[in-house]
């Protein structure tokens, strides 16, 4: 089963930024790189049913959307910079409303969040501290979406409430890249899958 | 419920190192990093209720221990850069078999993992694929001992193994931090805690 999470990036910046200062001018992109790396890795090894997608909603240049695909990526690492470099790359490409390929299974588009969850299939579940207790969900074909540390603004969530269940991981409030772990821990004990199964 | 995390860092090194090559020359300090901003951070706060363990193992002045106390941190975020720049400064300091204090709530000292199972107190938990389905095992006091990508040597393994009971997340494996987040997780749905009451 296919599991996709999207992240709403309300600052992070759409143009290459200091890889030495991910947390400060690069607008929280280390928040980014995190959400993307629990997204992706387990030990020794890519998730190769995960998909994710960033929302950059920060300057100059806003929207873009980065499009990461388990099964088709290579050379890429867990640790913050290797991902901040990768996005960097993909911020040097000029963009257009189609998906350009900037590496193995990394693209990126002008698209915005109406757009991106339109061509999204599957089920959509908002993670939300006030949502249903994701204990007594079903969740299959899922797409996750979450706000980063700022949470997900009036306009974006009116959007995402059109389409989506509101879910919630418990009475704490976790950080984005923490909750894509519980969410695959949850699921990969559901689904009771094995490391070969999804690598 | 106090939680205490060790992680047993085989290569990491053992003075002031490159923030730029953290997963490199510094002898996957990312993990260490990974490590250390799971068991301390939720979203917009530090977990009280935790400490935080790791043995450094790595060249060319092995064996350094840091300790860090979630009470007492200040000033500490939740990126890979910003906690390395905490280890290196630990780094720099003279050390002795004592807990030398290098910031608020960061600690190091000359300990290796003899040494450090003595001073801990509490029940000893160790991490590996073939332990104890977690969801079987009573938890309570846990010092929890996980390894790093390398995993954990024999001599560590056999002095873990005089105190520890071995147990599993389950079929896959999970990078460190994963594991970490995962286990405050369960503790926190186990526990029914509160944002307030560990922040």
Redesign the interface.
């Given at each position: 089963m296919k599991r996709v999470f999207v992240l709403i990036a309300n600052k992070a910046v759409t143009k290459p930024f200091n890889?030495?200062d991910?947390?400060g001018s690069a607008g929280r992109m280390?928040i980014v790189c995190?959400f993307i790396s629990?997204s992706l890795?387990?030990?020794?090894?890519v998730r190769k049913n995960s998909e994710v997608y960033v929302i950059l909603k920060g300057e100059p240049d806003p929207l873009k959307t980065l499009k990461i695909i388990g099964s088709e990526v290579r050379y890429l690492?867990?640790?913050?910079?290797?991902i901040g470099g990768m996005i960097k790359k993909a911020l040097k490409e000029g963009v257009d409303k189609k998906w350009k390929k900037v590496s193995h299974g990394v693209y990126i588009s002008r698209k915005g969040l109406v757009e991106l969850l339109e061509e999204l299939g599957g089920n959509f579940y908002y993670l939300r501290e006030d949502g249903k207790d994701i204990t007594t969900v079903h969740i299959s074909d899922p797409v996750f979406i979450l706000g980063d540390?700022l949470g997900v603004s009036e306009e974006d969530e009116r959007v995402i409430m059109k389409k989506a269940e509101k879910i919630s991981?418990?009475?704490?409030?976790?950080?984005a890249d923490?909750c894509v772990?519980?969410l695959n821990?949850i699921l990969?004990?559901r689904l009771?899958?094995?490391?070969r199964e999804?690598t």
């Open positions: 890889l030495n991910l947390a280390d995190r629990q890795f387990i030990s020794h090894g690492a867990p640790d913050e910079r290797n540390h991981l418990g009475k704490i409030s976790y950080q923490q772990t519980i821990y990969d004990k009771n899958n094995s490391q999804i």
